[in-house]
């Protein structure tokens, strides 16, 4: 279904903008492009054949983006849920800090990718001294660690920039040329939070006041940014996605159309202990695990490195309307948001990111050039490390690869490629098919193929690709198609 409402959708709304007079930076296009070329074999495959039965499979590319493919979103997940347990985060407490902004500056941040990297910088620096003197030692004696995630959507496709901050519990302690010990914290109460999200907003307010991008006096703030050029769009939909109004349309600037279909829940939420709010920022630390937990620090990685849009939540009314179910009902009775299809399309493009804007930052011990990473790491790959001579050998690629393509295959879309599904052979990459010539030829073969023989059902759930494609291995061992 999104892929349908991308293709149908997407460009009605490049046209409504063009008679308005704008456009769509180039980045977001492309976002829009490769995403309606992904998991698609007409736009070029890989031939993988069994070295025993030459039984072949064609595995389609995908388009590796960031904004809001669901595939490619769920294998980046499933790639950060294996990365960090395995070979960054070591075996201590985790503790997840979650910040969230006002709306002018999750605006800020969409449209000034470099603010929020300061921003960024403020908070670890405010989180790490607090934990540092809680555990009684000076900032020069020990150093924190921390993996940030940022992330762009709220639960409603509405662009809210907040971090994921997933810190070590404690802090490392260098204890004369031995390797460093871990000393854990006690959690934060919550006049703790308090202090530290008041703190930070006036940090924050400050940093930016500095850069020129923010003006308060006694009573208000407001931010100070350049016009942006006419001709431009996106202002208008990060706005409005920001503010859950509609982007475009004869409805441009209304709220978004919200559907109560449970009574306001009037009981307190048991997960606002450890949540504190100040001027509009909101700090919460009320998710930790120990370090033993390796399954429940792997479902919290996948948690804070998920895709945008959840494809089951989403539907389309008698209207025609496009309603995505949120996951957790809001506390005024809120389940389901429902969308003109154009407006729905406004709110996807508001998710692509700014290339070279690195979505993932890392902190302290953890962060690549520091001196105890190499220490601390599970991967124990850092800064000056000696290498130990028993050690396995790995090649660099190895050496630096969470997931091949291959496993991530298998972890995602449940497709097994290594292994040959009809004498369990070894197959192996024979060709990368992107001359289109080839590729019409090899499909139309395959179409002819399959009215001769009668298809049976599918051994593997079936891709992320347009509902129109074909089976294209039909027979007595069927497969399905994949992108990579």
């Known amino acids: 279904m999104l892929y349908q409402l991308v293709e149908k959708h997407y460009p009605i709304l490049v046209e409504q903008l063009e008679f308005q007079g704008k456009s769509l930076p180039a980045h977001v296009h492309r976002e829009f492009e490769a995403y309606l070329k992904c998991g698609r074999l007409k736009h070029g495959f890989l031939r993988v054949r069994c070295d025993k039965c030459h039984f072949e499979r064609l595995v389609a590319f995908s388009c590796k983006k960031r904004g809001f493919c669901p595939s490619c979103g769920a294998r980046r997940m499933a790639e950060t849920a294996a990365l960090l347990p395995d070979e960054v985060l070591p075996d201590v407490p985790p503790r997840q800090w979650v910040i969230s902004f006002p709306f002018p500056l999750r605006y800020l941040f969409a449209a000034n990718p470099q603010a929020m990297g300061k921003v960024l910088g403020i908070i670890y620096r405010a989180i790490s001294t607090h934990l540092i003197h809680k ?3 000076r900032l020069k004696d020990v150093a924190t660690g921390a993996v940030t995630l940022i992330q762009r959507f709220g639960s409603a496709l509405n662009l809210n920039i907040h971090f994921h901050i997933l810190f070590l519990d404690g802090v490392y302690v260098y204890r004369n040329n031995r390797p460093p010990r871990f000393r854990r914290v006690k959690a934060p109460d ?9 703190l930070i907003s006036q940090r924050v307010g400050r940093c930016l006041e500095r850069q020129g991008l923010l003006e308060q006096d006694t009573e208000s703030a407001w931010l100070d940014l350049d016009p942006a050029e006419d001709t431009d769009a996106m202002p208008q939909i990060l706005g409005s996605s920001v503010s859950y109004r509609i982007a475009v349309g004869p409805q441009q600037g209304r709220k978004a ?5 449970i009574r306001p829940l009037d009981r307190p939420d048991p997960g606002l202990e450890r949540v504190a709010k100040a001027n509009g920022f909101s700090l919460h630390a009320g998710v930790s695990c120990e370090g033993h937990q390796k399954d429940k620090r792997e479902r919290l990685c996948r ?4 895709p945008a849009v959840a494809t089951p939540r989403l539907s389309l009314s008698s209207t025609g309307k496009v309603v995505y179910t949120l996951k957790t009902p809001y506390r005024d009775g809120t389940t389901q948001l429902a969308f003109e299809p154009v407006d729905f399309i406004a709110r996807l493009a508001a998710l692509a990111p700014k290339p070279r804007v690195n979505l993932t ?5 953890l962060a690549p050039n520091h001196r105890w990473r190499g220490e601390v790491t599970p991967a124990k790959r850092g800064k000056d490390v000696k290498r130990i001579p028993n050690d396995e050998v790995r090649s660099t690629v190895e050496h630096h690869a969470a997931m091949t393509w291959v496993q991530r295959l298998k972890r995602v879309s449940n497709i097994d490629i290594e292994v040959c599904s009809r004498c369990g052979g070894s197959p192996k990459v024979i060709a990368c098919i992107e001359d289109q010539d080839v590729i019409d030829r090899i499909l139309a073969h395959l179409r002819e193929k399959e009215q001769d023989i009668a298809p049976l059902p599918l051994l593997t759930p079936p891709p992320r690709a347009p ?12 497969s399905s198609t994949a992108a990579i």
């Open 303 to 306: 948690y804070i490195s998920r």
């Open 135 to 137: 555990a009684g030692y």
């Open 361 to 365: 930052r890392y902190h302290g011990v």
């Open 257 to 261: 159309f919200m559907i109560r279909t």
């Open 190 to 198: 919550k006049s703790e939070l308090e202090d530290l999200v008041q």
């Open 467 to 478: 509902p129109e494609a074909l089976p294209l291995f039909a027979g007595k061992d069927s």
